[in-house]
């Protein structure tokens, strides 16, 4: 601990009081740290103890340090000077954006949260499409802590395995088994939430350069994690409510050599669409052909509430290998959880669990305890019941406002927690959010979901842009909000389109 080097010509008991001064003055020995004992600290230096003790007699005298009898010596805090630092003379000042990536860079120019308008206090606010927290069941959740802690103990406190808690892990693919999907030769891995999901498996199977299809508008997390890894994301577009074009899905996979699909079947983000069961099998028959893998996201399916269940395209696969499923439950219970999962086939999970492993080892043990024991409580069911019920409610008062108030050319969104309008081609979005926030509403305009697709030239082609879209989130909204705020953007389109 004490480095000290003895000069000739000085006293040493000088010299080690100085020394222990300067060390307490920078920071590096903390107010109320104990000193070593006289005894030791001669035996550590090797020189007499009566030199030590002179030593820190000085210090004492000069309230550096004070000695309770029978403890110990201490430090003093009225001498630390944290600004004593050893003075450099030539000054680092490296300038970080210089110095910084092109990862980064895109991760920056990517993030709309630092430049797209933000929701201020007071605001009614279209843009969130997180659960609504006054159903959160804080009472069971809390019951689940203390149940699951008080059975695991220290085994959720302490490191645990990368693909996940096991109890959790068997909970999910017995719910898969029970939507119908087959899970030989499957297995699964607990991320943090979906978007970790994503960024680990495009970080296994995609290089710079690849090409990746994708509904166009899509989802925006999806579309900057895509890009940050310079996927070259090529969009399918979504015109009205069929959802994308096959044919147009056709002529893309004949034209260019496809890595993967992603895609949104249920509760299409941003146009809270459900492609119907034909269309998945479809798609997927297509896909399989070709033999491109599929990326389903599959954040949404508890949140079903307006009509039955509809196959996911990784049922439809079967015993095949193709589908990758990437799910959440941030939407269904919390986000702050961050919990999601990626299944698929076990040699690709091999590899994720340790791209995992490699990222930050596993998910948190005692999130996915907690989460597991609600699941499995009585609660979780009703829970699912009350929150598919106020959804509805919500979803059925936006569709009847926006039809009063709102002149449209497309209504999309079959339920989930937001909806998409796509307006006459007169109104500009980005324009009708500037004259709403003035009156305090405020949405998320369609362009941030919007992919166009570039050639190597930077020629754009397939540029369907969501000028005029724009997707309209009511979960944690009240519905006189709701109301209010709907009346507003139709009475702002209207003074638009008379203009
Ligand atoms: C399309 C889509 N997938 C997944 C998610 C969930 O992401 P995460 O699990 O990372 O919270 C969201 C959340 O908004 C979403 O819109």
Known sequence: MFFIQFKENKKKYIQLSDYIKNMIENGSLTAGSKLPSTRELSEELKIGRSTVLKSYEILEVEEYIF???????????????????????????????????????????????????????????????????????????????????????SNLLNYGYAKGYKPLTEWLLKYMVDKGVNIEGKDILITNGFT????????????????????????????????MREVNLIGINIKSREGIDIKELKELIENNDIKAVFLIPSYHNPTGLVMTYEKREEIYSILSENNIPIIEDWFAEELNYSGDHVKSITAIGGSNNNVINIGSFSKILFPGMRIGWVFGDKSLIDALESIKRGL???????????????????????????????????????KEMIEENIKYEHLLGDGGLYMYVILPSKIKVRALLKRCIKRGVIFTCGDVFSVSNEDSDGVISNKYNYENGLRLGFSKLKNSEIKKGIRIIGEEIKEMLNE
């Not at 999901?197 to 895509?226: F, M, Q, R, W, Y």
């Open 67 to 153: 000695t309770i009898k029978g403890k110990g010596t201490f430090i003093n805090e009225l001498k630390i000077k944290y600004n004593k630092n050893r003075e450099f003379t030539n000054s680092s000042l490296i300038n970080w954006e210089e110095h910084m990536n092109k990862y980064a860079k895109r991760a920056v120019e990517l993030d709309i949260m630092k430049w797209d308008s933000q929701y201020k206090k007071g605001m009614i606010s279209f843009k969130s499409i997180a659960p609504d927290g006054d159903t959160f069941d804080i009472d069971g959740f809390k019951r689940a802590f203390y149940n699951r802690l008080s059975l695991e103990g």
């Open 196 to 227: 970790e999901g994503l960024n680990i498996v495009l970080s296994a199977i995609c290089e710079s350069g690849d090409k990746v299809l994708c509904e166009n508008p899509t989802h925006n997390t999806a579309i900057k994690i895509l890009k």
């Open 360 to 398: 930050n080892i596993h998910t948190s043990f005692i999130d996915q305890g907690i989460l597991y024991e609600y699941l499995e409580s009585e609660q979780f069911p009703q829970f699912i019941k009350r929150i598919r019920r106020r959804y509805k409610l919500k979803y059925e008062l936006m």
